[in-house]
């Protein structure tokens, strides 16, 4: 869902600068972890990252928040919005929003697909919000986080977050994409750091008298044959290209990049990488993925997985959404996740992690106590699971816009319609496993994340920064998965692949290796 922002959005900014200082970026001091203690999950929060689990949301809910964060006035701020939300005037959820907020909350917003070139409308008109919505992919961003946006360290830098417990709340790991400039940018959107999973109808597998424990990559190609039958529309795998990543995990292959005491090697460029290509193009051409992988929206892979017209999905590593779903239609269906076997053997392979953050809240440049009610604001918005401030936000107007099963909120048609404002664009609190009615699922997925976490790759470009990764990469990365579905769906030989590759290193694929090796020497080495 990342975007970009075309040169355009930089017009004026003449004093600002195209790259990131890294030395200085190494230097920052990262907001101290206080993890919120407040309510007490069914399965905790790990060391290691994993997420606290709920069985069923706590039966009071305690107040997170004293006093309103705003003093009056308007709270502007630009973000996604898929769904336009019931205006203010008519919308009860919003209106005990604003009261909370103790300010007007407005939105600008445009859906996913035209956010960017919004964003670049808006950035370049100088009229910035009070908080945007800033994709941690755009364009020369710490030039523009420079010149537009205000540097946080001093307000929630090192044990000054405290002032703040919900951002205090925010696993280090999302702060560390909001530094740029030797500066704190923004407040991330917390993701959980796992690339992706997969999982699969264990109680279809199981049917079958087979297992989801596979410890070869051999087993797993074996696994997907016996479940396949596409004579009667039943496939092994839904999910293209993500089945790829599942593959290459198996097989070793850099989590994207490489680094190797700074001499960067890309995903592509490895030998294993050519090979999960040629294990995945054997596959579907015996018919083991769904023909319509490449193309299917998300709706139309539950229902195949619901069905049981495929066994398997590859998506993010919180899956319990699908799990409820495929439970809703199927009430005997169980969801299990598989971890990745080494390929030959000898264990579990290593889970990819990401940069556990889905997009930056920046605040425009403004008086420091105007910042620090910005800081306010977003304080409440990401207060943590289990508080009345989060089931709020989440779930709207006691009575009106939920009715409790147990302690469990439950959504009414009116609550479906109003609580689309979009403020888990703004801010919103780390993820907690929570599959509300289904204490299984909650387990199951709590479980998958801490087997994924305890064998997994860091995300290597951590605190790096490449120019030319940021204007050119999304190009490059998609004319490769072009060509890969090419050679997948048999349109195309790994001949060409190996064309491709060396296309993409005397392009920018190059550019960009020298770029990150750079970076990565000005870090310090770290």
Not at 179 to 188: D, F, L, S, T
Not at 299 to 316: D, E, F, H, N, R
Not at 440 to 463: H, M, V
Request: glycine content about 10%; hydrophobic content about 35%.
């Amino acid at each position: 869902m990342a975007g970009t922002v075309g040169g355009g959005a930089l017009a004026g900014c003449t004093t600002a600068t195209g790259t990131a200082d890294a030395s200085a970026d190494a230097a920052v001091q990262l907001p101290t972890l206080v993890p919120y203690t407040g309510v007490k999950p069914d399965l905790p929060q790990t060391a290691q990252g994993t997420r606290p689990g709920f069985f069923r949301y706590p039966a009071a809910p305690p107040r997170f928040v004293t006093e309103a964060p705003a003093s009056g006035g308007t709270v502007r701020a630009m973000c996604t919005m898929n769904t336009p939300p019931v205006p203010v005037g008519r919308n009860r959820f919003w209106q005990e929003l604003n009261t909370r907020l103790g300010a007007e909350l407005t939105i600008n917003g445009a859906p996913t697909l035209d956010y960017v070139s919004k964003f670049q409308t808006v950035v370049a008109g100088d009229d910035l919000p009070d908080t945007m919505e800033v994709r941690a992919t755009t364009p020369q961003l710490p030039g523009l986080l420079r010149a537009k946006f205000q540097d946080l360290s001093e307000f929630v830098g090192g044990d000054a977050v405290k002032d703040y417990p919900a951002l205090a709340n925010i696993p280090t790991e999302s702060w560390q994409t909001t530094v740029y400039n030797g500066g704190i940018y923004g407040v991330p959107l917390h993701n959980p750091p796992i690339k992706v999973m997969t999982y699969a109808r264990a109680d279809l597998i199981a049917e079958r008298g087979l297992s989801l424990d596979v410890r070869t990559g051999d087993e797993w190609v074996q696994l997907c044959r016996e479940m396949a039958d596409p004579k009667h529309n039943r496939w092994a795998h839904g999910s293209m290209p993500s089945a790829v990543t599942f593959l290459c995990e198996m097989l070793g292959v850099p989590n994207g990049w490489r680094n190797d005491a700074g001499t960067f090697t890309k995903d592509y460029e490895v030998p294993e990488y050519r090979k999960a290509l040629e294990v995945t193009a054997r596959m579907w051409k015996e018919g083991l993925i769904h023909p319509d992988s490449f193309t299917a929206v998300g709706s139309q892979k539950i229902s195949w997985i619901s069905t049981g017209t495929v066994a398997m999905l590859v998506g993010v590593s919180t899956w319990s959404n699908v799990a409820m779903a495929v439970r809703k239609a199927e009430p005997k269906a169980r969801i299990e996740p598989i971890m990745p076997p080494k390929y030959d053997g000898g264990g579990q392979a290593r889970t990819y992690l990401g940069p556990a953050i889905f997009s930056i809240t920046g605040l425009k440049k403004a008086s420091k106590s105007r910042i620090k009610e910005m800081l306010r604001v977003l304080n409440w918005l990401q207060a943590p699971f289990g508080t009345e401030e989060h089931r709020l936000r989440v779930f709207g107007v006691p009575g009106r816009d939920f009715t409790l099963h147990g302690s469990d909120p439950i959504v009414t048609d009116t609550g479906a319609s109003e609580t689309t404002v979009p403020t888990l664009y703004i801010g919103a609190c780390p993820i907690a496993h929570y599959a509300a009615g289904y204490p299984d699922i909650t387990r199951a997925e709590y479980d998958g994340e801490q087997e994924a976490l305890s064998n997994a790759e860091k995300w290597p470009l951590a605190g790096l920064y490449s120019a030319t990764d940021q204007t050119q990469g999304a190009v490059l990365d998609k004319k490769m998965l072009d060509l890969q579905a090419d050679i997948i769906t048999g349109r195309k030989s790994l001949r060409d692949w190996d064309s491709g590759v060396r296309t993409w290193k005397t392009t920018f694929g190059d550019k960009i290796r020298t770029e990150y090796a750079k970076a990565w020497q000005k870090s310090g080495g770290k």
